[in-house]
C-alpha cells in the first residue's frame, strides 16, 4: 500500500524526530494542523515527525492518524478535513482558494467547506473512486462494512468502475467492492449519518 511506509513511522512514533521540526518552514505552507488527538504522523520526503496542533502543510506532506488518533486539518483557506482512526491522508497538489487534488489512503474523512466561500475545484482520490467536489460538507470512508460517500450539504460527482454519480444534499452511495463502480444513490437514514460523522469524532 502506499502508505505503508507511513505506517511503520507511526510505529514508532514515541522515537520520531527525523528531521528537525524547523524544516517545516523550507516548504510552502498550504494549510495547517488545527488539532490533534491520541497518536499522529506527518511525513515530509524522508522524514516524519508526530503531527501536532499548528503544524504546516505542504504539497506532497502525508499524514496518518493511528488506532486512536485523529486530526483536524486545514486547506487554505477554510477548506477543513477532519480523519478518523486509522486514516492515511496526502496533499497531492493544492493551489491556495483554487483547489487541486489530496488523497484518502485509507481511513475515514470528512471534507467541510463553507457555503458562503467561492467554490475550490478539488479531487478527492481514493482506491474505490475519485469524488469532485464543489464546495461542500461531505463524508467518504468505511460505513456498514463497504466504503461509502454521503453529501450533507452541497454535491459532489463520484467517478470509480468506469461509471459516475451524482450526490446531493442527504444523498450517498456505496461501493462493494475495490475498482468496482458506485452503487446506486440513495437517502441515508439519520443513525447512519450520525455513525458516520462520528467515527471523525463530528456531530452532524
Same mark, same amino acid.
Given at each position: 500500500?502506499?502508505?505503508?511506509?507511513?505506517?511503520? !513511522?507511526?510505529?514508532?512514533?514515541?522515537?520520531?524526530?527525523?528531521?528537525?521540526?524547523? #524544516?517545516?518552514?523550507?516548504? +510552502? $505552507?498550504?494549510?495547517?494542523?488545527?488539532?490533534?488527538?491520541? %497518536? $499522529?504522523?506527518?511525513?515530509?520526503?524522508?522524514?516524519?515527525?508526530?503531527?501536532?496542533? @499548528?503544524?504546516?502543510? #505542504?504539497?506532497?506532506?502525508?499524514?496518518?492518524?493511528?488506532?486512536?488518533?485523529? !486530526? #483536524?486539518?486545514?486547506?487554505?483557506?477554510? @477548506?477543513?478535513?477532519?480523519?478518523?482512526?486509522?486514516?492515511?491522508?496526502? *496533499?497531492?497538489?493544492?493551489?491556495?482558494?483554487?483547489? =487541486?487534488? *489530496?488523497?484518502? =489512503?485509507?481511513? /475515514?474523512?470528512?471534507?467541510?467547506?463553507?457555503?458562503?466561500?467561492?467554490?475550490?475545484?478539488?479531487?478527492? %482520490?481514493?482506491?474505490?473512486?475519485? *469524488?469532485?467536489?464543489?464546495?461542500?460538507?461531505?463524508?467518504?470512508?468505511? @460505513?456498514?462494512?463497504?466504503? /461509502?460517500?454521503?453529501?450533507?450539504? =452541497? %454535491?459532489? +460527482?463520484?467517478?470509480?468502475?468506469?461509471?459516475?454519480?451524482?450526490?446531493?444534499?442527504? +444523498?450517498? !452511495?456505496?461501493?462493494?467492492?475495490?475498482?468496482?463502480?458506485?452503487? +446506486?444513490?440513495?437517502?441515508?437514514?439519520?443513525?447512519? *449519518?450520525?455513525?458516520?460523522? /462520528?467515527?471523525?469524532?463530528?456531530?452532524?
Amino acid at each position: 500500500m502506499a502508505f505503508n511506509g507511513l505506517r511503520r !513511522a507511526l510505529l514508532a512514533a514515541p522515537a520520531l524526530l527525523i528531521w528537525p521540526r524547523g #524544516a517545516q518552514a523550507t516548504a +510552502e $505552507a498550504v494549510g495547517t494542523t488545527l488539532s490533534v488527538a491520541g %497518536k $499522529a504522523v506527518l511525513r515530509r520526503g524522508d522524514g516524519a515527525v508526530a503531527l501536532r496542533a @499548528s503544524d504546516p502543510l #505542504a504539497m506532497g506532506d502525508q499524514v496518518q492518524t493511528g488506532a486512536d488518533g485523529r !486530526a #483536524a486539518l486545514e486547506l487554505f483557506h477554510r @477548506s477543513r478535513i477532519h480523519l478518523g482512526p486509522g486514516a492515511a491522508f496526502a *496533499i497531492d497538489r493544492f493551489v491556495i482558494d483554487q483547489g =487541486g487534488q *489530496i488523497t484518502l =489512503g485509507q481511513g /475515514a474523512m470528512v471534507f467541510d467547506r463553507a457555503d458562503d466561500l467561492a467554490p475550490v475545484d478539488l479531487t478527492v %482520490k481514493t482506491g474505490f473512486a475519485r *469524488i469532485g467536489v464543489r464546495g461542500t460538507r461531505f463524508f467518504a470512508g468505511p @460505513s456498514k462494512g463497504v466504503f /461509502a460517500v454521503f453529501v450533507q450539504r =452541497g %454535491k459532489v +460527482e463520484l467517478r470509480g468502475g468506469g461509471q459516475r454519480r451524482s450526490l446531493g444534499p442527504g +444523498e450517498g !452511495a456505496d461501493f462493494a467492492r475495490l475498482g468496482g463502480p458506485p452503487g +446506486e444513490v440513495v437517502t441515508w437514514g439519520a443513525a447512519r *449519518i450520525e455513525a458516520a460523522f /462520528a467515527s471523525v469524532g463530528l456531530r452532524v
